[in-house]
T-cell receptor
Framework: DAGVIQSPRHEVTEMGQEVTLRCKPI?????LFWYRQTMMRGLELLIY????????DSGMPEDRFSAKMPNASFSTLKIQPSEPRDSAVYFC???????????FGPGTRLTVT | SQQGEEDPQALSIQEGENATMNCSYK?????LQWYRQNSGRGLVHLIL?????REKHSGRLRVTLDTSKKSSSLLITASRAADTASYFC?????????FGKGTKLSVIP
C-alpha cells in the first residue's frame, strides 16, 4: 500500500491567493483527518470525516478554511483567501473503524508571503 | 486545545542509553497513543495503550499508563542514533486524537 498521499508537498503563494491541498487516504480506511502543525501551536486537528461525512469541524480556524471529501479516496482542504499566518505544515491522516491508530501523510508545507 | 503535555521538551542521550518520556493529560480517555516524527516527515504510530491497560511492550518500546494520575510514560531501551526524532503522545476519547507538543529526542552516536 502506498500510504496516505498528499499533494503538493510544498506550496508557496502570495497573500490573498486561493490554496488547495489534496489528500488520498489509505484504501479501505473510513476516517480522514486534517491537521495543521506549527511551532507555536503544535499539531492541531482541523476537521475529520467518517464515511465522507464531516463529523467535527470545530478546529477550522475561520471561514476562509473549507474541506470536502467527495468520495472515499479523495479530500481537499481549501484556504481562500490565504494569509501569512496560515503558513504551516498541513497533514492528512486516515484510520479505520475498530482501530484507533492514524496513518499520516508526508504533509504539505505551505508558505504564504 | 492541547490535552497531552510531554516532559521533557528535549532530551539528549548517548547511544545505548535508555530514554524516558512522560505525558500528562487532563480528561478521561479511551486510549493513549505514542507517535514518532522524524524531521520533515509525517507522524508514525508507535504504540497504543487502552485505558484498562497498565503496561504494554513493543520491541524496544515500553509504555505505561496510570489513569489515576492521568499520566503515561514511553521508555525506549538501548537507544540508537536512528531513534533521533520528536515523540508525541495523543489522547483519544473516541477516534479524535489530541496531541501534545512533543519531546525532541537526540541520540548521540
Amino acid at each position: 500500500d502506498a500510504g496516505v498521499i498528499q499533494s503538493p508537498r510544498h506550496e508557496v503563494t502570495e497573500m490573498g491567493q486561493e490554496v488547495t491541498l489534496r489528500c488520498k487516504p489509505i484504501s479501505g480506511h473510513d476516517y480522514l483527518f486534517w491537521y495543521r502543525q506549527t511551532m507555536m501551536r503544535g499539531l492541531e486537528l482541523l476537521i475529520y470525516f467518517n464515511n465522507n461525512v464531516p463529523i467535527d469541524d470545530s478546529g477550522m480556524p475561520e471561514d476562509r478554511f473549507s474541506a470536502k471529501m467527495p468520495n472515499a479516496s479523495f479530500s481537499t482542504l481549501k484556504i481562500q483567501p490565504s494569509e501569512p499566518r496560515d503558513s504551516a505544515v498541513y497533514f492528512c491522516a486516515s484510520g479505520s473503524s475498530g482501530t484507533y491508530e492514524q496513518y499520516f501523510g508526508p504533509g504539505t508545507r505551505l508558505t504564504v508571503t | 486545545s492541547q490535552q497531552g503535555e510531554e516532559d521533557p521538551q528535549a532530551l539528549s542521550i548517548q547511544e545505548g542509553e535508555n530514554a524516558t518520556m512522560n505525558c500528562s493529560y487532563k480528561t478521561s480517555i479511551n486510549n493513549l497513543q505514542w507517535y514518532r516524527q522524524n524531521s520533515g516527515r509525517g507522524l508514525v504510530h508507535l504504540i497504543l495503550i487502552r485505558s484498562n491497560e497498565r503496561e504494554k511492550h513493543s520491541g524496544r518500546l515500553r509504555v505505561t499508563l496510570d489513569t489515576s494520575k492521568k499520566s503515561s510514560s514511553l521508555l525506549i531501551t538501548a537507544s540508537r542514533a536512528a531513534d533521533t526524532a520528536s515523540y508525541f503522545c495523543a489522547t483519544a476519547g473516541s477516534y479524535q486524537l489530541t496531541f501534545g507538543k512533543g519531546t525532541k529526542l537526540s541520540v548521540i552516536p
